[in-house]
């Protein structure tokens, strides 16, 4: 009997565990697996545009009643040179850059700052221009300090038309492996995180200027331009002094709104704008024709870059590791020669050549989607359709790229403005 008992007890104490455990693993299981919906049924607020699979976006408010104009220029590729100004190309076989494919990032990443900057409703216009030249309120300047499909490092600095820097930052993003296992972001593009930061950068530092310093942002900003075509006249209201990061302009006076030399120069620089403004269409443009082959590229060397970076990170540490050793091995046997030429042998090992170039030369889909790229970015300005203007009766006749176009317009545009003020010269 006892022994039938303690066996009986042990049936029942070990049907008691079994009975708690999948209980409480029922209830973990409940625990762990419950929805993230925290209510059902139709909503009283209003539905927003925010995917339930994408993390929402920062909600922009600008309240001031002032607006600035901001451009863009073409970002800085970031192709190292020498002390000569030329490109260093022993640098760029070691940095692993493909300089055609940075030029047509250095387009790429410009639209997609205004993109981003375009969400926050904070600015009279957004436009990317060929360089710094163009007249603007506000310029967000970009150069391109890494890129290759998995990691992007750029260095974004901000200045308005008084030459005063904003601020300067360097904003960095790593795209994981898994990006495009998910069919939602097929056509996506995956750095738009790192621009969305950006434009929040640049926000907050707008909403740091009180309105008084943007009217006289502005008003230094179309100073500055009239005083490209009438030096003399802008004089006693333009003031220069030089820094150490350069010269700084500020308003001192300003011209009644009725000048006749000030009315023509506003015209003018309208004219001006209204060329920067359709040039936005052929950046679109061209956008639209390098998309494709650029989210193709991206999409298939995202995993070989993501494979090289985890090899040298890999080679990092066995190179550390091996050096330690040898320190350790020579503090030992000081007399020893072999320690020091096992760190040699080691050291080299791990600082051999893996990089993407060889992977995609070795691939021959990749390597025709790189030519495709480079073909496409062969140049750091895109090419415009010629054209031709009417201003003032005058017919103004432009062709080449974008930036050789924009230098041919201000130059008819100042020969148009000295013929307007001395009517009896000839063009």
Not at 273 to 289: P, V
Request: glycine fraction near 4%.
């Amino acid at each position: 009997m006892q022994i039938v008992h303690t066996k009986g007890s042990r049936i029942n104490s070990l049907k008691f565990v079994v009975i708690a455990f999948t209980a409480f693993a029922l209830s973990a299981c409940a625990t762990t697996n419950r929805t993230n919906v925290p209510t059902v049924g139709p909503s009283t607020t209003s539905p927003t545009s925010n995917s339930s699979f994408q993390a929402p976006a920062r909600n922009y408010n600008y309240t001031s009643d002032v607006y600035l104009n901001l451009v863009v220029p073409v970002f800085d590729p970031g192709l190292p040179t020498d002390s000569s100004g030329n490109l260093d190309y022993a640098k760029i076989q070691e940095k692993d850059i493909w300089p055609q494919v940075r030029r047509l990032e250095a387009n790429r990443f410009a639209i997609d700052t205004k993109r981003a900057l375009e969400q926050t409703n904070a600015f009279e216009s957004i436009n990317v221009t060929p360089d710094s030249s163009a007249s603007a309120d506000v310029y967000v300047l970009g150069e391109i300090k890494h890129s290759d499909t998995e990691v992007v490092t750029l260095m974004i600095r901000v200045l308005d038309a008084t030459n005063r820097v904003w601020g300067e930052k360097e904003f960095s993003y790593r795209v994981h492996e898994g990006f495009y296992r998910d069919a939602f972001n097929q056509g996506n593009n995956a750095y738009e995180p790192v621009f969305n930061s950006i434009a929040s950068y640049v926000y907050d530092l707008l909403n740091e200027r009180s309105d008084e310093e943007k009217i006289a942002i502005q008003r230094v900003s179309e100073l500055r331009y009239a005083a490209v075509y009438s030096p003399e006249a802008m004089e006693p209201y333009l003031t220069q002094r030089s820094t150490r990061n350069g010269p700084r302009f500020a308003v001192d006076g300003y011209p009644a709104d009725e000048d006749p030399m000030l009315q023509r120069i506003r015209a003018i620089r309208e004219e001006d704008r209204s060329f920067i403004d359709n040039l936005q269409g052929n950046y679109e443009l061209y956008y639209a024709d390098s998309n494709d082959s650029y989210l193709d590229y991206h999409r298939e060397t995202l995993p070989v870059a993501a494979a090289i970076r985890r090899e040298r990170e890999s080679r990092a540490n066995r190179q550390v590791a091996a050096l330690f050793a040898g320190v350790g091995a020579v503090l030992l046997a000081r007399n020893s020669g072999s320690a020091a030429g096992e760190i040699g042998s080691l050291v080299l090992a791990a600082t051999s050549l893996y990089n993407l170039t060889g992977v995609i030369e070795n691939n021959q889909n990749l390597r025709f989607q790189r030519q495709q790229l480079s073909e496409m970015g062969q140049n750091l300005d895109i090419q415009v359709t010629p054209q031709v203007i009417e201003f003032y009766n005058q017919q103004i006749e432009l062709e080449g790229s974008a930036r050789e176009q924009y230098i041919q317009l201000r130059a008819q545009l100042q020969s148009i403005y000295e013929l307007e003020e001395t009517p009896d010269t000839q063009l």
